[in-house]
Nanobody
């Protein structure tokens, strides 16, 4: 069973940056897309960004221009560079990988203080 492990979360002041990583425990083949979602306390999980097998990217409006998603295919790893962080970015961030099935990581906490 392939597992996804996120890292890079933490506490940062508003305006700061963090880089999240999500690595698979084994290489995943035939990946359709790799992405990031987040869930703030009391809210539903929401889409943040994803990157397709062809390299196309999509972003939630709330993070456009601040976050950048990238991937390393041979390592089955996806990254999320988060700049100009705001308190409203505080959430648990989850990575998701889709093939014919989907994989989810356990999440990493990002806390942005004002």
């Amino acid at each position: 069973q392939v597992q996804l492990v996120e890292s890079g979360g933490g506490l940062v002041q508003a305006g700061g940056s963090l880089r999240l990583s999500c690595a698979a425990s084994a290489r995943i083949f035939s990946i359709n897309a790799m992405g990031w979602y987040r869930q703030a306390p009391g809210k539903q999980r929401e889409f943040v960004a994803d990157i397709t097998s062809g390299g196309g990217t999509n972003y939630a409006d709330s993070v456009k221009g601040r976050f950048t998603i990238s991937r390393d295919n041979p390592k089955s790893t996806v990254y999320l560079q988060m700049n100009s962080l705001k308190p409203e970015d505080t959430a648990v961030y989850y990575c998701r990988v889709t093939t014919s099935i989907e994989y989810w990581g356990q999440g990493t906490q990002v806390t942005v203080s004002s």
